[in-house]
């Protein structure tokens, strides 16, 4: 008994050592850095960015631990809440500014936006805000102004984007809140339900179970959930969605953090909507964070057929709290675990592909989980989909076109002179000279992706000092290679026109328009529909 009591004692006075190390040296690390600042204010030799040092303090110090965990100082806030809640005072529409010099012009308001009921219309050119001329501000700077305090009016002038009028607009600004769900509807069989999600914030659970409900009254068989490219949000909704699928109480998250917040178990706590129908949840390596739990949840549970590619492998929860000075840290807490035990954070967490997503990792350093049914599933980083799907590939030259805004800027283009187009449905786009006459016009880089890597090895044979010994070799390659603006645009008509139109039916019928348009060309979704296994 006396040796168990000395083991006891021993234990306690080895955590209480810890803690008082752990305290010591946080206080002795507060204490340098004070003292730093102290003697660099005393003897610098100019005068101190104090601000600025702090931050990148911070900044750096949070950085050596994950990319989550970061500092939001009181003027960020605004911003923050936007990343976060995807919420913020505003008019509702997205802008374009193709030269400083020149007016800001709508791109694209949200339907049912105070831009919309107020009478502004995609290619309407802002050219002052409330009475500062747009000319010369930056996009950014521009943005700024448009948004405000919900309450708050707004004045543009504005010169109509067809008749060329020219008028003041005044907007009483809102809260204006981007939606989780951007599309919801009944696919052409008419028996499947689609839902595109694009992030959890406050009330998805809720719009997700109510259109699940609509669709069990218009007779739905199947029902598709789409968190391809849905980087995550809150837990709590990840649950709500979880919850209409299947029984209450099911365990859908688990979340173990250090020894102060501890291990939670989150349950569904309300009745489901629907038990039976089909499922089938599409991810890629950009579904992560709450995606993950959604689609782990759903495998773990035997619920849905997961289809795709291996998801992102984000199993960090994060929790905001507060700072002195209004400031706020994103801290992460905890790591979740899906319903069989499968942690869904990588584990070699240095080494991810190019965007950023777990790479590569071998079954040897994985373990076995079983789910509800028994099958067998694996950790190690991710979701790996039941299915895999053939992924679209797009050519170098598409990926130009819109990371340089060329077809977004040709859809305003085509607004000037169409006052309106055919239903999304019914829409096809017939005017491809036209957009290659433009195209031909805007800077981009047009090369092949066989000419950019003959260009990469060029470079470097230079640097090795073999080029000139290869020249004739080269300049065959290099003139094989070789393809024009036109030529190339026209070569690759079919890949370029999807995009088109979707830009295009976005102006005209926003958002869910353009996703009908998307829906079209959708080879993995057709693949996911195709097969045997819903």
Partial sequence: MKKIISIIVLCALAFGANAQSKAFKLGQAAEIHTAVLQELARSYVDSLPVQRMNEAGINAMLESLDPYTIYVPEEDNENFELMIAKTYGGIGAIIYKPEKEGPVIINEPYAGSPAVRGGLECGDEILAIDGITTSGLTASEASERMKGKPGTSVTFNVRKVRTGEIKDITIVREKIHIPDIEYAGMLDDGTTAYILIGGFTEGLGNEFRARVKEFGRQGMKKLVIDLRGNGGGLMNEAVNIVSALVPKGSVVVTSKGNDLIGEQVFRTDREPVNLDVPVVVLVNSASASASEIVAGALQDLDRATIMGSRTFGKGLVQSIRPLPYNGQLKVTTAKYYTPSGRCVQAIDYSHRNEDGSVGHIPDSLTHEFKTARGRTVRDGGGITPDVQLKQTEYNRLVYSLVINGVIEQYAI???????????????????????????????????????????????????????????????????????????????KKDEIVPFIEEEIVTRYYYQEGGVEVRIRYDEELRQALESPLI
């Fill in 413 to 491: 283009h085509y607004v000037r002179s169409h006052e309106n187009i055919a239903s999304p449905k019914d829409f096809r786009f017939d005017d491809y000279d036209d957009f290659v006459k433009f195209a031909e016009g805007k800077e981009f880089d047009y090369r092949s992706g066989a000419r950019s890597y003959f260009d990469q090895m060029k470079a470097q044979l230079e640097k090795d000092e073999l080029a000139e010994v290869m020249k004739d070799r080269l300049d065959a390659l290099e003139k094989a290679l070789e393809m024009d603006k036109e030529t190339f645009l026209r070569l």
